[in-house]
Nanobody
Framework: QVQLVESGGGLVQTGGSLRLSCVAS????????RGWFRQAPGKEREFVAA????????YYADSVKGRFTISRDNAKNTVYLQMNSLKPEDTAVYYC???????????????WGQGTQVTVSS
């Protein structure tokens, strides 16, 4: 089992920044890859960013490339999502997920956090 707890969400104006954190506990070695996904009201959960176990490989959705950065600190069992130049369409609940390999596919992740709300006002 891997437990994931997200934090750092909130209300921000268009053009602002937020940094999300995801702290993992449990058998983290079994699911070393991490992904961030988001879900807006009435929409499917969609991929945002992913990172490999050692941070050497990162992947981004086209909609966030150049604005969001995923990183990790394995000593702290924490993954971050730095979000800059936020837009109203970034408003969603953001979820952290753990899997074997970094991927943009939800089905590759076995464990999910409870999510943190990000709201971007226009």
């Amino acid at each position: 089992q891997v437990q994931l707890v997200e934090s750092g969400g909130g209300l921000v104006q268009t053009g602002g920044s937020l940094r999300l954190s995801c702290v993992a506990s449990g058998r983290t070695f079994s699911r070393p890859a991490r992904g961030w996904f988001r879900q807006a009201p009435g929409k499917e959960r969609e991929f945002v960013a992913a990172i490999s176990w050692n941070g050497a490989s990162t992947y981004y959705a086209d909609s966030v490339k150049g604005r969001f950065t995923i990183s990790r600190d394995n000593a702290k069992n924490t993954v971050y999502l730095q979000m800059n130049s936020l837009k109203p369409e970034d408003t969603a609940v953001y979820y952290c997920a753990a899997g074997v390999e970094a991927s943009g596919a939800k089905r590759q992740y076995d464990y999910w956090g409870q999510g943190t709300q990000v709201t971007v006002s226009s």
